[in-house]
């Protein structure tokens, strides 16, 4: 796989492998599938290792740059930059030690080095074009020198090559000078052009030719079309002089058959045919946290973005480590990164929801108060998220276990289809009914005289130890992704009747997170809101048709359903640019469809 000329071998391999195993452990980013495949590609690694489980990538990937070691050394270390600079001067310093007084260090001195396209980073951020040349220098004799120089990412001139000639680039401007689009067309066009391509179109053009030269130096993808001529398709898909939409297609088509990439550019366009808004899809902010496994009160937190409404393709943010009562600080960040996102997706959103705030949560952490999170929790206009936000939980086990566990997805599937199609049927555990959770359980998947199964589930506060949490992981075995408590504690008549008629007051299942978001909202708007359930329900919405990659590195065995643990097969969970199966919105609910509160 790799030219050995340069490599190391022998113990000093594996001591070098063992240290750039230890680094890129640390290199969170790479719990991406969509990160390991752009390292992958540049290192030049096979599809079938950076599309692999993530812990097999790190070894081979350090196997790898082993064979060829001064080539691959600067190459990883400039495209580990790209999504961490801390982590690239960290892996530097551990790596520059095995370059030290080798021959081809000394000669690689004077070598030009070739630039290298820069992805579309999954936190949202294009790297300047000019840093794309740059890497750390060889180590001579200099074992504690200064770290090489960082690549810079303020704007600069273009260092890559047009991939249009002078003749065509004046021939694409003075058609696109014809094109006018109003300030909402341009943001229409600049959302899409972004969710294509997978990065926001930089700067802030005005007008099509704007656009068209914001894109033209950057470089082409893998199927070899340039982002300029996407933006040339999409400009023709939203003309509205026909005239100039045939000529943009008709000149893209003329381009892409002159460079071997017509059958590429012809999938673009069936892929963009195909595409359409799911109402369901929302605005949101997914955030994932780990506890630490020494039962201190650290955890990792993770987060990604889904910045326009219809399509999901969310952004991974980068990852930190904090402590639970910290956990706000790091939730705030967050939501300020995706406001900005937010805002700068300014075309009309496919529905008028707030954004969802997601808390991807172990089962121990599930009765924990996210929704009191709180915005500025150190200033005097400190507010709480829930209110401002659709903010509900996700049950972390249970994503872990969709690559590899065909049982568990499938249940889920075909549970949230029939919430959307059906309405939602409620069950309920609660503790006082005296009945054991192991006989609970088999109502789980009863139908009574041919009646719907059950969608929605209501019950006790799921405490660590309780009933209540062994029934609610039983119910999330068995694929419910609706279930609503009161977190203070038993799941009380009053209590429960308050969450049918939430049920019922939705006009549609898809409506449901709007409902509790105004809950809250007149909760904490009222003098006496602490005695009201709007300040102490808990939502949990977990929809299957929503996901990310969140496996971890080491994960360990799940604990759902009883069910044995198997090692991740390495399914890539990233997003394309087609969107995932959705299911049907579905009808408003007629009153047959109605919550019906049932007991086991």
């Known amino acids: 796989m790799a030219n050995a000329a340069g490599g190391l071998h022998g113990r000093e391999q594996e001591e070098f492998v063992s240290i750039l195993v230890g680094e890129l452990v640390h290199c969170r980013f790479l719990d991406e599938s969509s990160s390991r495949r752009t390292v992958g590609e540049h290192l030049g690694l096979p599809p079938e290792v950076w599309e692999g489980t993530l ?5 081979e990937l350090a196997r790898h740059v082993s064979l060829d070691l001064i080539d691959r050394v600067y190459t990883l270390c400039t495209v580990v930059g790209w999504y961490d600079e801390a982590r690239r001067e960290s892996l530097w310093r551990q790596l520059q030690a095995f370059l030290t007084e080798r021959p081809e260090a000394e000669e690689d001195q004077g070598r030009t080095w070739p630039a290298i396209a820069s992805p579309a980073v999954d936190s949202g951020t294009r790297l300047s074009r000019s840093s794309h040349n740059a ?18 990412v303020a704007s600069a001139a273009p ?4 991939p249009f000639t002078a003749d065509e680039y004046r021939r694409v401007e003075s058609l696109l000078r014809l094109d006018q689009h109003g300030p909402q067309e341009m943001h229409e066009l600049q959302d899409n052009i972004a969710f294509e391509l997978g990065f926001p179109v930089p700067g802030a053009p005005s007008t099509p030719l704007d656009l068209f030269a914001a894109l033209v130096d950057f470089n082409s993808s893998a199927d070899h079309i340039p982002p300029s001529v996407v933006a040339l398709e999409w400009v023709a898909a939203l003309a509205v002089d026909k005239t100039i939409a045939r000529q943009c297609r008709q000149w893209a088509e003329r381009w892409a058959r002159e460079h071997d990439c017509l059958p590429a550019l012809q999938r673009r366009r069936h892929a963009r045919e195909q595409r359409h808004d799911n109402p369901q899809v929302p605005r949101a902010l997914l955030i994932m946290v780990e506890p630490a496994e020494d039962g201190s009160d650290d955890v990792t937190v993770r987060y990604w973005i889904n910045d326009l409404a219809g399509h999901w393709a969310p952004r ?22 995706g406001e900005r996102l937010w805002a700068t997706s300014r075309a009309d959103p496919v529905d008028q929801l707030p954004p969802f ?37 996700r049950s972390l086990e249970r994503l872990r276990r969709v690559p590899h566990d065909p049982f568990i997805t499938n249940r889920w599937h075909q549970r949230w289809q029939e919430l959307h199609r059906q309405g939602t049927r409620l069950h309920h555990w609660t503790h006082d009914a005296g009945i054991t959770v192991e006989h609970w359980s088999r109502s789980l998947t009863h139908r009574q005289h ?36 009161d977190r203070r504690g038993r799941l009380e008549p009053r209590i429960r009747e308050t969450l049918t008629e939430l049920l019922n007051g939705s006009p549609t299942t898809h409506d449901l997170p709007r409902r509790v978001q105004e809950m809250r909202a007149r909760a904490e ?37 009883g069910l ?7 399914i890539s969970l990233r997003p394309v640019m087609s969107d995932s199966p959705s299911v049907s919105p579905g009808p408003s609910r007629s009153p047959r469809s109605s919550p019906r509160e049932e007991a086991p």
Not at 370 to 388: Q, S
């Open 316 to 337: 991974a943010g980068e990852a930190t480590e904090t402590r639970m009562n910290s956990l706000g600080d790091a939730v705030e960040r967050a939501l300020a990164e």
């Open 525 to 561: 708007a009222d003098a006496d809101g602490d005695v009201f359930l709007g300040r102490h329900v808990a939502f949990l919405w977990d929809d299957p048709e929503r996901i990310v990659d969140c496996q971890s590195g080491h994960p360990a065995p799940d604990d759902a359903a």
């Open 450 to 485: 041919g009646s719907a199964q059950y969608t929605a589930l209501a019950l006790d506060a799921p405490r660590r130890g309780s009933d209540a949490l062994t029934a609610l992981k039983r119910a999330i075995a068995e694929g419910f992704g609706l279930v609503l408590w």
């Open 135 to 152: 890497r750390p220098p060889a180590r001579g004799a200099v074992r504690s020198g200064p770290l090489p120089p960082a690549p810079v």
């Open 564 to 570: 044995p643990y198997i090692e991740p097969s390495g």
């Open 357 to 393: 705030v997601e808390f991807i949560l172990p089962y121990l952490l599930l009765n924990h108060d996210v929704a009191r999170l709180e915005i500025g929790a150190n200033g005097p206009e400190a507010a709480a998220i829930g209110p401002r936000y659709c903010v509900h939980l």
């Open 159 to 162: 260092q890559l090559p047009s």
């Open 55 to 59: 812990p097999a990538f790190r070894v």
